[in-house]
């Protein structure tokens, strides 16, 4: 088997069993915690500012409570259908991966190699005698340098 290999039926499969998936913590990698918006992030009054207590009471439990329906309602009509979305999408991604990119991926490498052979030779043959005979020339040069007091 190939390297880093995993078959489907031990990655994905496994996780499709419900009485497996973490029903409380559904962030596990921590993918969306720039998304922890609280009522004290967005809403604030300055000293000087305040509004009466019941208004303040009763706009955190509206901003709290409309958050949540709304969340609740938008995930209720369209959160199956954007998962089957996102999961084609991922698969059309694996699936270009795998029978398009990585195959051209490795006709250029088997290309490239070959053109750094000729490359290497190139060099060998024709640049290095000419840079060896330019540092022989080179090196019988001698700087002395004389104080003139």
């Known amino acids: 088997m190939a390297e880093g290999y995993i078959p489907v ?6 996780r499709i069993n419900l009485a497996e998936t973490d029903l409380v913590n559904r962030d596990p990698k921590s993918l969306n915690t720039h998304l922890q918006i609280l009522y ?6 300055p000293e000087g500012a305040h509004s009466a207590d019941c208004v303040w009471t009763w706009a955190f439990k509206c901003f709290t409570g409309g958050k949540r329906l709304c969340y609740m309602i938008l995930t209720y009509v369209c959160a199956i259908p954007m998962a089957l979305w996102w999961g084609c999408v991922f698969a059309c991604i694996s699936f270009t991966h795998i029978w398009h990119i990585t195959p051209c ?3 250029v490498k088997i290309n490239m190699e070959c053109a750094q052979r000729f490359y290497s030779t190139y060099i060998n043959c024709f ?14 040069i001698h700087v002395t340098i004389q104080d003139e007091r």
Do not use: H, M, N, T
């Not at 039926?9 to 496994?14: F, K, L, T």
């Not at 004290?40 to 009054?45: H, K, L, M, R």
């Not at 640049?127 to 019988?140: D, G, N, Y």
């Open 40 to 45: 004290d992030d967005v809403i604030g009054e």
């Open 105 to 107: 991926y490795k006709v």
């Open 9 to 14: 039926s031990q990655s994905e499969d496994s």
């Open 127 to 140: 640049l290095v005698p000419c840079i060896e005979a330019q540092a022989l020339i080179f090196s019988r």
